[in-house]
């Protein structure tokens, strides 16, 4: 497995456990468990849970920034908020929904 792919799986895990039971309640070695790899691979990557947090908080951002792309291409106003309404029924069904 590569080490971006380590990463990328530490920052999804992160952002399941941060959503299922809080940051200040997940440890990094729920993360570690979840994201199936050895714990020393979370200090490897994210020398503390804040720089995990932020590196969450990053991709999070990365991924709206990347859905307002999306929609801004839809020129029909009503078209654009049934897309909108579209993903988060996705997101909520992934239990992934995040725009609350």
Known sequence: MTTMLKRDRLIEAAKAKFYQQGVALTTLADIAQQA??????????FRTKEALVEAVV???TQELQSLFRKWELIADPCQRLLALLQTAREQEHDGNFSFS
Do not use: I, S, T
């Open 58 to 60: 990053q991709a999070h």
């Open 36 to 45: 199936q790899v050895p714990l020393g691979n979370v200090y490897y990557h």
